[in-house]
């Protein structure tokens, strides 16, 4: 049968694609749109994460706090133009009505093309644009598809002022040898800055040569692959995966330590396990360790570790992770316990989390008060539609 394909307007285009979105029936995790008679396709998603958050002497009377925001809402645009040329454009407005904040900024967090070119015997994308850079296996995860409530986002420290959210704005590489998957990228971070001493306040030199920040994350496949661009935290996977991987990051006397410019250098390195087990169980376990070097004046610096262990019986899984990082500035390191529980109603399309944190945080000594610990305690409960 022939088909016949009419000439759309690109907003009329996004226009039905967001209501087939919202209606057609299913689990898939976005609508797929044909656009004519090639290989062209448009697929909007929608991510939804409503949070319920109670703090333990968070409310001004000292009283247990609480709070009611969307930790994510998304809009997400992808497709493909040719069989080898895709794209990915993702919006965020995080923590839309926390602490009563209804006016948090709303931007482009992603915004990447892909190209795929064809190797012997093997795969290669070219991506450029706003993207993750490819640093460890947790920082390249995608938050649909997280295993647990949230990242450890206290243990990934980018300089502040380095791209957005773990994301930068660049060109990468990314394939496979075999059983060796690579990721190297080229990324804008830290804009080169002049000092000004007649400034109020004066600004510091920082990156005077506008060297650009070179990210790699190489990762080896003992058991399956993710060939994915973004990882998953759990797979629901029918076949096992297991993967080790190590990741570096550098930009040259691009950060302030003390007032004076520092090279920023980190690694990582990461093992990941998904095993399926009869009786649609299945066994979940993941850990990172960093290394910070942005200045031994600098807070962010030093060594960070998480882990986390879950274990899925059907639809419920009951995990525990753990945080800890020991800074080189003294008195500011912490560790946070994390027991939760996951209800998968319908895999990544939706589902109900909840989290307890128990975390003990050093604060250094002031001027007025010597150094302290402090014990914070928050359950959080979120609930997920991704479609």
Known sequence: M??????LSPSLVVLLAAMAALVLPGSARAAKIPLGEGPATLNVGVLVQPWTQLSKGGAPAGNVGTDFFLRRVRLIVSGNVTERISFFIETDQPNLGRDGNWNPAFFVQDAFASVKLLTTGNVLWIDAGMMLAPFTHHSLQGATTLNTLDYHASLVRFPTNEGKIWRDAGVQVRGFLGALHYRL???????GQA?????????????????PRVVAHVRYNLLGTEDGFFFNGIYFADQPKLSVGVGADYQPRSVLSAGTERD???VGADVFLDYPLANDQELLFQTNAFRYWQGRENTTSGFGLFGEVGYRIGIIEPLFSA????ADVADTDFLSFRPGFNVWVMKHTFNVKAEVAIT???VPATATAAADTTTSVAGTAQLQLFY
Do not use: K, W
């Open 323 to 326: 945080e800890y990082f020991n």
């Open 185 to 191: 990228g080229v990324f804008n971070g830290i804009e």
């Open 264 to 266: 920023d250098v980190n």
């Open 195 to 211: 000092a000004n001493p007649t400034a109020t306040p004066p600004v510091a030199e920082v990156n005077p040569h506008d060297i």
């Open 360 to 362: 003990r945080q050093q």
């Open 2 to 7: 022939r088909t016949h394909t009419l000439p």
